[in-house]
Structures are given as structure tokens and as C-alpha cells.
């Protein structure tokens, strides 16, 4: 019914919210900051009932000075394929992929969200390599710049994200900013 599907909802934004809270925590709490980040992934994954979380880092390409990205932290589910050991430290052009607009979008402040079906060919491409059913991307803000962002992938469904997840989920990403900015 209506109401059991509000009430669920309520319940969700309930256990994220609680778990922003914790991850924040962690991340002010914890000396050790790549373990911190760490747990952080893993607790904001959970609540999320995402099946991988993973922040990249915005950088200048050494040569072109384009805006490249470069995976630098995962969590993911059990059973679920890591990118780290074929992304990490790589970089990786967003014009390759036709993803310029995401670099945009995500330093206008904006996030990106959708499930794969509902996206563009180049990147119904670069899901389908990793295996993603729908994904949110937050930017990760120090100051006024966009570090870069944190992605949540969804590899079993194809899911709608709600307004209040996006919300819940800038807040982890300004916590992430926060204790990468120390």
C-alpha cells in the first residue's frame, strides 16, 4: 500500500541519515585517515544499500592539462568486483568517455543520478564495463573548488534516487571534503 511504501521510505532516509552521522563521526574521530575514510565508505555503502562506494579525484592531465579523474578509494559489497585493481591511480579522461558534462555538472555543485537504461550510449558503455545498474555522483568540494566526487553504484537494480537520498548524501560528501581538507 501507499503508506507502507511511505513509511519504508521514511525508515531508509532514517538509516541514512543515522549513518552520515557515524561516517562523520569516524571521519573527525579516527587518526588514521585511510582507515577512516575506510570505515566511512563502508558505513555510508551499508545504510545505502549500494554495492560499491568510491571517491576519485578531479586532477590536471601531466601533459594536456585537461580535468582528468583518478580512482582513489572503494568499498565494495561481498561478492561484488572492486575497480580499484584495474582503475586505481589510473587516469581517466571524462571527455573519453563523453562525460564531459558530468565534470560540469559536478563542479557547478550539481549531482549526477540515474539508472543505465535511462543514460546516454557512451555511458551506458562505461556502466556496462563496470558493471553498474544506476549511479549517484556527489562532488566533493574544498572551498569553492570540486576536489572531486564520491559515487554510490547500484550493480543489481536499476534504481530511481530519491531527493531526500541526494540530500543525505551531499552532507557525507561535504564530510569527506572536510577530512580531506585536514
Not at 34 to 48: D, R, T, V, Y
Not at 85 to 92: A, E, F, M, R
Not at 114 to 125: D, K, M, V, W
Request: with cysteine; aromatic share 8%; net charge negative.
Amino acid at each position: 500500500t501507499d503508506r507502507r511504501q511511505v513509511e519504508l521510505e521514511l525508515k531508509r532516509r532514517d538509516q541514512l541519515m543515522a549513518a552520515v552521522s557515524s561516517a562523520s563521526t569516524c571521519l573527525l574521530t579516527e587518526l588514521d585517515y585511510e582507515l577512516a575514510i575506510s570505515q566511512a565508505l563502508k558505513i555510508i555503502g551499508e545504510a545505502a544499500e549500494v554495492d560499491r562506494v568510491l571517491i576519485y579525484e578531479n586532477y590536471p592531465h601531466p601533459s594536456t592539462g585537461e580535468i582528468t579523474m583518478r580512482l582513489r578509494q572503494e568499498w565494495t559489497k561481498p561478492g561484488i568486483r572492486s575497480l580499484l585493481p584495474l582503475l586505481g591511480n589510473q587516469i581517466q579522461s571524462y571527455s573519453i568517455f563523453g562525460a564531459q558534462h558530468w565534470y560540469q555538472a559536478l563542479n557547478e555543485g550539481q549531482c549526477i543520478r540515474g539508472s543505465r537504461s535511462y543514460l546516454s550510449i557512451s555511458e551506458q558503455t562505461l556502466l556496462g564495463r563496470d558493471q553498474v545498474q544506476a549511479l549517484m555522483m556527489v562532488p566533493i568540494r574544498l572551498g569553492r573548488q570540486c576536489w572531486g566526487f564520491i559515487a554510490f553504484h547500484d550493480c543489481t537494480y536499476e534504481r530511481q534516487w530519491s531527493s531526500h537520498e541526494e540530500s543525505i548524501l551531499f552532507a557525507m560528501a561535504a564530510s569527506l571534503g572536510g577530512a580531506i581538507q585536514r
